[in-house]
């Protein structure tokens, strides 16, 4: 596929948002257009059927920053980091020197496009290593929505049964995700924020690409891929949705 200037003119990205609110439906379009993903991907699977774009040495990092945050006996896991909810006072400390190398490695093959939930708490720690164009892009759809798709991804994932995730548990999650990105994260660096559907539509594709300065195909994103219901959602989750639609632009 054609890409829009050489890999030099393009950004290297971080892709965030909370779990099953479409950040795979961005990675993917990001892959097709010949970024690094970083290695040993997560093979598709019924939950994300065209893949999840997300590896597993990203994840490890990100796991190892968040552990000295998480109660041992907690309601996540080591591998579940991506449905902890943190209190915003809560801050991410800086890497060891392990986990430092590890991102040093991750950052040396360009142009990347590293996504994970996770990095809406430990983005603070890989700034440092980020080269100074990279751009961020914040994925989100209705609260509602993604709690349905995380309480079902929870209920259907063997590995997910014995974490505790209940729907008051799910919206705090997506709360508290979001306010970190709105509240401390966008203040620096070139943002973009993306509603789910407007990439479904094929509107965001094009902004999107604008954004990383590369040319996206559009027909590598599925029309069929919305599949969650809504339900009921509380007022602190409904205010930041609208927060984040007047910065998508998109009618919420």
Not at 202 to 219: E, I, K, M, Y
């Amino acid at each position: 596929m054609t890409t829009q200037g050489t890999s030099e003119d393009r950004h290297d990205v971080i892709v965030l948002g909370c779990g099953r609110s479409g950040t795979s439906l961005v990675a993917g379009l990001l892959a097709s257009a010949g970024y690094f993903m970083g290695p040993r991907l997560h093979p598709p699977r019924e939950a994300n059927p065209t893949g999840f774009f997300e590896g597993e040495v990203v994840k490890d990092v990100n796991e190892a920053l968040l552990d000295p945050l998480v109660e041992a006996d907690g309601r996540t896991h080591r591998g579940s980091r991506w449905l902890e909810t943190l209190s915003p006072s809560a801050s991410v400390p800086a890497p060891d020197d392990a986990t430092a190398d590890a991102i040093r490695r991750l950052v040396l093959r360009r142009p990347f496009a590293f996504k994970d939930p996770r990095f809406c708490y430990t983005l603070p720690a890989w700034r440092r290593f980020l080269p100074p164009r990279t751009a961020f892009i914040c994925v989100f759809r209705e609260p509602g929505r993604t709690v349905t798709s995380l309480l079902r991804e929870r209920n259907e994932a063997p590995w997910l049964r014995d974490v505790r995730l209940d729907t008051v548990d799910a919206e705090g999650l997506w709360v508290a995700m979001y306010r970190r990105v709105l509240d401390e994260h966008r203040h620096a660096g070139h943002w973009l924020f993306v509603h789910y559907d407007q990439v479904l539509a094929g509107s965001g594709v094009a902004r999107l690409g604008q954004h990383v300065g590369a040319r996206l195909d559009p027909t590598v994103v599925r029309a069929d891929l919305k599949r969650s219901s809504d339900r009921l959602t509380g007022a602190c989750s409904i205010a930041t949705y609208h927060e984040l639609c007047a910065l998508a632009g998109h009618r919420g």
